[in-house]
C-alpha cells in the first residue's frame, strides 16, 4: 500500500509543479526549494520528492546544477540552423550568439584550456590522421545569461596551426577560419556528426546536468579547399536547451 500511496503522492507533485510552470508561478530561471522543503510543503516522504524531481528533470521542465540547486528551465530553445548548401562567404546559419540574443539572452564564452595534446584515436579518425598525432586543443564554455548550455573543444592539427599562438586572443570559429586561411588552410566545406549519448563527468559537472540525461554532441569537420581536415570541433550541447535544424532544396532530398 505504501508504494501505491507514493506513486499517487509523486505524480500529484509532478503536476503541480508543472502546473505553477505552466501558470508563471515559477519561471524560467527560478530556484526551486530544497528536497526538504518541498516534502514539508507537501508532508511527503524525501524519496517521493527525489522521484518528482527526476521525472521534471527527464521532461526537461527544470534541470539541476551540480552544487547549486535546481531550476526552471526555459521552454524556449535555441536553435542550432544550417544550411546545405551554403553560399560561400556567407554564414553557413545561426551563430550561438545570434540564436542566444533570439531569446533575450546575454550569450558568453570563455576559454577554459589551450594545450597542444596527442590526437585520441576518436579525434584523429576526424582529422584523417594517425592516433597520436599532435593537435591544438581549445576548449570554450559557452553560457546563456549564466547558464553553461555548450561546451565546444576544438582541435586542429599542429602542422596546420603552426603555433599555439594562432588561438590568441580568444576568438569564435568566424575568426578562428580567418587566421587559418592566412596559413593557406581555410575550411571551405563542413561536415557534422550527431549522436546522443549520455555525458562524460567533466561535461555533466559544466552543464550542470544529471548523468543519466542526454546530451546532443555535434562534431564538425573543416576541410581546406585542397581536402584536407584542418579542424574537427566536439560540441557538447543540453538536449533541453538546444533543437538543431537543417535546411535544403528539395532537389537535394533524392
Known amino acids: 500500500m505504501k508504494f501505491a500511496e507514493d506513486e499517487v503522492f509523486y505524480r500529484r507533485i509532478v503536476d503541480d509543479i ?22 514539508k510543503e507537501y508532508e511527503v516522504s524525501s524519496t517521493v520528492i527525489k522521484n518528482a524531481v527526476q521525472a521534471l528533470k527527464t521532461s526537461g521542465d527544470i534541470y539541476g546544477r551540480q552544487g547549486k540547486g535546481t531550476f ?3 521552454r524556449k530553445r535555441a536553435q542550432r540552423v544550417r544550411r546545405i548548401p551554403f553560399d560561400r562567404g556567407k554564414s553557413t546559419g545561426s551563430t550561438f550568439a545570434q540564436e542566444m540574443e533570439k531569446l533575450g539572452l546575454e550569450p558568453s564564452a570563455r ?49 596546420v596551426a603552426g603555433s599555439i599562438d594562432i588561438a590568441f586572443p580568444d576568438v569564435g ?12 588552410h581555410r575550411p571551405v566545406r563542413f561536415t557534422e556528426e550527431i549522436t546522443i549519448r549520455r555525458p562524460l563527468q567533466e ?24 581536402g584536407a581536415n584542418v579542424e574537427a570541433t566536439v560540441n557538447v550541447l543540453d538536449a533541453y536547451a538546444w533543437s538543431l535544424v537543417y535546411e ?3 532537389s537535394q532530398d533524392d
Open 72 to 74: 526552471v528551465s526555459s
Open 203 to 226: 561535461e555533466a559537472e559544466f552543464l550542470g546536468v544529471d548523468g543519466g540525461l542526454p546530451v546532443i554532441v555535434v562534431t564538425r569537420t573543416g576541410i581546406d579547399a585542397q
Open 248 to 250: 535544403w532544396e528539395e
Open 18 to 39: 508543472r502546473a505553477k510552470i505552466q501558470r508563471g508561478d515559477l519561471k524560467p530561471g527560478d530556484k526551486l526549494p530544497s528536497f526538504a522543503e518541498i516534502a
Open 173 to 184: 570559429p568566424t575568426e578562428m577560419y580567418r587566421r587559418l586561411g592566412e596559413r593557406g
Open 111 to 159: 576559454l577554459v584550456k589551450c594545450e597542444v595534446e596527442p590526437a585520441s584515436p576518436e579525434i584523429a579518425d576526424h582529422l584523417g590522421v594517425p592516433a597520436g598525432t599532435e593537435v591544438l586543443v581549445r576548449q570554450r564554455h559557452m553560457s546563456a545569461s549564466g547558464r553553461p548550455v555548450q561546451l565546444a573543444t576544438s582541435h586542429i592539427p599542429m602542422t
